[in-house]
């Protein structure tokens, strides 16, 4: 598998595992398959597994899989929101929530750890009933020091933002000092974020990931299917008015023009993201070995040529 240099952190696979498929988030699986898709991963080349407590029982896999064992090259992420928490409880906020995944997952540290919620600027109105959120101030001041700290005591190697707040305030994280090593970033050909954001506003997806880029800030890629709207189908219910069923919906002409090129949706979902500029690895939703070799297919592909690229962005499906 190709590897790509991943900011400060050097060489990354081209594709990362994510937690959340074979945490049974988005579908359902089991953890024998969630256990097989881990390790086929690895043997194929993966060499970075995102998880986080949130993703059900992912880190107790990761765990059971491997026995503290990692395989030699295989780097894993974790994850901690702390939404509106008080400044002197952020550290402890992220200790306590570390020295619950590192056990889980048999391992003594993390290499990458992302505050994961959003970031807002100070006296910006979130959406009424929103707390899910740490105001910039907050970030600046209190978040980072945190982070540093859990380096020093050897937690974590690294600190990451997943950045689908407010655009601005990341697009200032990654620019000013001292700056993330890692975001995670929204990478589809709809420029869509989902259910991820409460607020409509237009996206900057691509501004981020090239700020990213410009100052040594390594990219995760995140939502290549945009939650299985890119997809030929759901694999779940869905809410007929949800974030994830609109842009199904909208997407349509994506998938009429797949059915003539005789592709299937998530496929060329994935190559399209893959080609995207400054993308170091892009991580998988896939909750199954099926849907991990389809992956692993777009991958060897590559990504798609000029002319279909421009076919697709000439559908005028990105968000306006």
């Known amino acids: 598998m190709q590897r790509n240099k991943f900011g400060s952190l050097g060489l ?20 024998e398959e969630g256990i097989a898709t881990l390790k086929l991963a690895v043997d194929n080349g993966i060499d970075l597994i995102d998880s986080a407590p949130g993703y059900n029982v992912c880190e107790e896999l990761i765990g059971e899989a491997f026995g503290g064992r990692l395989p030699e090259g295989v780097r894993i992420t974790t994850k901690c929101g702390i939404a509106q928490a008080a400044p002197e409880a952020i550290y402890p906020r992220f200790r306590e ?17 992302f505050l994961h919620n959003e970031i807002r600027p100070e006296g910006d109105l979130p959406p ?44 200032d994280a990654v620019t000013e000092t001292p700056r993330p090593h890692v975001i ?24 981020i990931i090239a700020a990213a880029n410009s100052k040594g800030v390594g990219v995760m890629g995140i939502r290549a299917v945009q939650a299985g709207a890119l997809t030929a189908r759901f694999d779940r219910s869905m809410d007929e008015d949800s974030h994830d069923m609109r842009d199904f919906r909208r997407a349509e002409p994506f998938r009429e023009l797949c059915a003539k090129w005789g592709e299937d949706p998530a496929l ?6 893959l080609g995207m500029d400054g993308v ?5 939703g896939v909750k199954n070995r099926a849907e991990l070799r389809e992956a692993l297919k777009a991958e060897e592909l590559g990504p798609l040529d000029v002319e279909q690229v421009a076919a697709i962005d000439g559908l005028g499906l990105r968000q306006p």
């Not at 170091?280 to 998988?284: D, F, G, P, Q, S």
């Open 128 to 171: 009424a009933g929103h707390d899910h959120f740490t105001r910039w101030p907050v970030y600046r001041d209190h978040v980072i020091e945190a982070f540093e700290r859990l380096k020093e005591e050897g937690l974590i190697g690294a600190w990451g933002l997943t950045g689908v707040s407010r655009a601005q305030c990341i697009l």
């Open 280 to 284: 170091n690895t892009l991580v998988l």
């Open 184 to 207: 995670q970033a929204v990478a589809n050909l709809l420029d869509s974020s989902g259910g991820l954001c409460v607020d409509i506003e237009p996206p900057r997806h691509r501004e």
């Open 268 to 273: 060329v979902a994935h190559r399209y993201a």
């Open 97 to 113: 929530s570390l020295l619950k995944s590192l056990p889980d997952m048999r391992i003594e540290r993390v290499d990458v750890f």
């Open 12 to 31: 990354v696979s081209r594709l990362t595992l994510g937690g959340g498929g074979i945490g049974q988030v988005w579908g359902e699986t089991s953890r």
